[in-house]
């Protein structure tokens, strides 16, 4: 095992940022870059957070968060999903999926084990398995089946020091939603060689064609599995840094023991904020749901009408095309792209080398400029 101080040393800049910063220095750039909504929050929200400051809610709460937080967090799941979960033990508010996703791995991992990441992944998950003293084990998935988890794949990679898998769904960067069978059949796995699930499940909201599985509410996965959910994304709450984590009570007390020497607790006003988020905010939730959809469903044919192949992106705001026609490599084409269009991907090899051949293209963006993007892309690829 490397200290951890090597690790975090060896851990490279994220190979998105690269293209902010060439973003930057130029005029007239699309950007389909960044992973974060382009609504501002919604209204009665923010109104929410600023009666919160107002009236001097500006306190710590309990470690493990507003109890009327965590009591609308649990009833949902159960109502959306049949996920069920103790309020007062078994869910705590953190700063963010990412602060979740941080204590998970913390709680769970020893020095040197081995956690399942099937990949193209969210750019967090390795660096944060590393960061937790564990080691990443990478498993392809194929654009050709959708980028679904095959569970002989991921059985292939299990050793004696597999810990955890660690999966999100709907995913960043593929837009997949996985099918409610590989679920199960992960769940299944998991459970005959004693592993834990980790499930990012921040895009639960935001899918097109069905409704999302959640991990938890699979009877194998359920005593094994952590949630990690938040309002960055459905509630366009990225700069509040709210989420939450479900899991089995043990689980959630060893998270809670963590939380409150690092965090102590999320932000109050935001805690107060997410409440109104899940207490009024469903149709602007609804009504951003079905922009993307819109925005998606455009883009799609659009990119399609370039040449690019481009499988449906069934949650999430991202589309995922092959580039593998224009017989550039994912960077090769991002930078040229940029360069010389002014539209802003994503290389798909920054999440995984399965995602090598493919660019992140968020729809998170306004429809006109998606379809200027479009055209841009379109000139780019005759260009070649
Ligand atoms: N998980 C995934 C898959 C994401 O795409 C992101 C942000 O892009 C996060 C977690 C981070 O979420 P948060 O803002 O709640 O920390």
Redesign the pocket.
């Known amino acids: 095992m490397k200290p951890l101080n090597e690790v975090i040393s060896a851990c490279p800049p994220s190979g998105i940022r690269r293209f902010f910063d060439i973003a930057a220095e130029m005029d007239d750039v699309i950007s389909l870059g960044v ?1 974060e909504p382009d609504f501002v929050t919604p209204w009665r929200i923010r109104e929410a957070g600023i009666y919160a400051l107002e009236h001097g809610y500006t306190t710590y709460t309990s470690n493990a968060g507003l109890p009327a937080l965590r009591m609308l967090i649990c009833s949902q799941l159960q109502e959306r999903y049949a996920a069920e979960y103790a309020w007062d033990s078994e869910c705590l508010i953190t700063t ?3 602060e979740g ?1 941080d204590l998970a791995l913390r709680v769970l991992l020893n020095p040197g084990d081995e956690v399942i990441v099937p990949e193209p992944c ?1 750019v ?1 998950y390795e660096p944060c398995v590393a960061f937790a003293g564990g080691v990443a084990v990478t498993v392809p998935t194929r654009w050709e089946d959708g980028f679904a988890i095959d569970v002989d794949t991921v059985a292939a990679a299990i050793t004696p020091r597999t810990k955890a898998i660690l999966i ?1 769904s709907p995913a ?1 960067p593929t837009g997949a939603v996985q099918p409610r069978a590989a679920l199960q059949a992960l769940a299944e796995l998991a459970a005959r060689h004693d592993l834990y699930l980790i499930s ?1 499940e ?2 639960d909201r935001l899918t097109y064609n069905g409704v999302h599985t959640c991990l938890g509410a699979i009877p194998a996965a359920r005593e094994r599995t952590v949630v990690l959910g ?1 309002f ?1 994304k459905a509630q366009a709450m ?1 700069g509040w840094r709210v ?1 939450w984590i479900c899991a089995p009570q043990p689980i959630a007390e060893l998270c809670v023991r963590v939380h409150q020497y690092t965090m102590l607790c999320a932000p109050h006003v935001s805690q107060l904020a997410a409440v109104e988020a899940l207490t009024s905010a469903n149709t602007d939730v609804e009504e951003m749901v079905a922009d993307y959809d819109r925005r998606r469903r455009v883009f799609v044919k659009g990119l399609r009408e370039t040449g690019l192949e481009c499988p449906e992106p069934e949650g999430a705001f991202y589309a995922f095309p092959s580039i593998r026609s224009s017989g550039l490599d994912s960077e090769t084409f991002a930078e040229r792209l940029l360069k010389e269009q002014g539209v802003a991907v994503v290389p798909g090899n920054v999440f995984g080398p399965s995602g090598e051949g493919h660019v992140r293209c968020s729809y998170a963006t306004a429809l006109p400029l998606l379809e200027q993007a479009v055209d841009r892309i379109g000139d780019f690829l005759r260009s070649l």
């Open positions: 992973g963010g999926v990412s996703l969210y967090a999100g960043n990012d921040i895009y938040g960055s990225t989420g």
